[in-house]
């Protein structure tokens, strides 16, 4: 359900289409989803790309990692929109379709890494229970390294604030995405 | 428990030292806690920090609301090292301290400001359900603004990566004082 319209291209002001098109130019090439609705403080959604941008694609951790746990946060958000966008990045990093699908259902998928179970692990125990076991974070430690774990929770974590932001305000997803999490796509 | 040890400002090269330096600025004045851990990946800190420096300062909320979402996230997080660092901040802008021990009890708080409810009243929604009821929006909306709304959930959001690095990480508060009992 749409609740907070989209801010559109020509209600901004200047300040914010030339930030929109800086944003729009390092994603799917037009402002949409989450970022239509932060673009409403400029200067907040210029720090939060530039911070976004780094974590999406700069920092040392694996992007398979990265997608992972981005998609553990779609799941447990019901974040349509999310899962919509975040599909064909998932699929590039080589995450493939059974545990795609999993992920989607909210299962732990069968892993043959045992990184890939590790980050697994520590993100949905962390939405769960708030903490994560000893176990569960030497795992990821092991997997990660202290830098790439500091980073990925920064990922996990912002990928978070986004999924808040789609589902207080409504978020559609995009324009003929198959839902993910509900028959009626409103989940 | 500790679990990853915090490097001490010793420990880095000098440039991301000085750049620890200039983000403690704002962060009671030494490198410590979360962001010893995110000084681990310098650029990352970099960006982290102005992002977050923009909250007490570019955003139309506020500042007891702002205050209100970053305990809601050490709440909800069970981050203790987060709650002693910025509860009394929360004092400080004003929520009152009723409200902050009823969160800290995890009991329901009842608040005068209109906007101080709708934060509270959102963020509780948002973590138990992960959405939120067509009448905690509406009133979250006329509260807050839309702007002021998106406002709140990256300040709340952000708070909740320090959160969690603290949970994760094995940061213990900083006066040894455990306000969750944890």
Known sequence: ?187 | MARMKQLKPEEFDAPVRALGEKIAVTRGGEIQGPWAHMLRSPKLAEKAAAYSDLFRSELSLPLNVVQLAVIMAARHWNAEYVWNAQSPRAKAAGVSEAAIEAIRQKKPATFTDPKEKAVYDLFSELYSKQGVSDATYDAAVKALGEKGLIEAINVNGFYGIVATIVRTTGVEPRDGTHPFGL
């Open chain 1, 1 to 187: 359900m749409a609740r907070m319209p989209l801010v559109k291209a020509e209600e901004m002001t200047a300040e914010q289409r030339a930030l929109a098109e800086a944003i729009a130019g390092k994603r799917s090439g037009v402002i949409r989803g989450p970022w239509a609705q932060i673009i409403r403080n400029p200067k907040l959604a210029q720090l939060a790309a530039a911070y976004g941008d780094y974590l999406r694609g700069e920092t040392s951790v694996p992007l398979r990692l990265v997608m992972i746990a981005v998609l553990a946060t779609a799941r447990h958000w019901k974040a349509e929109y999310m899962w919509a966008a975040q599909g064909p990045r998932a699929r590039e990093s080589g995450l493939s379709e059974t545990i795609i699908e999993a992920l989607r259902k909210g299962e732990r998928p069968k892993f043959d890494d045992p990184k890939d179970a590790a980050v697994y692990d520590l993100v949905t125990r962390l939405y769960k229970s708030q903490a994560v076991s000893d176990a569960v974070y030497a795992a990821a430690e092991k997997a990660l390294g202290a830098t790439a774990l500091v980073e990925l929770l920064n990922i996990a974590g912002f990928y978070t604030t986004l999924a808040m932001v789609i589902a207080a305000t409504g978020v559609p997803t995009i324009e003929g995405a198959k839902p993910a999490f509900s028959p009626s796509g409103s989940a």
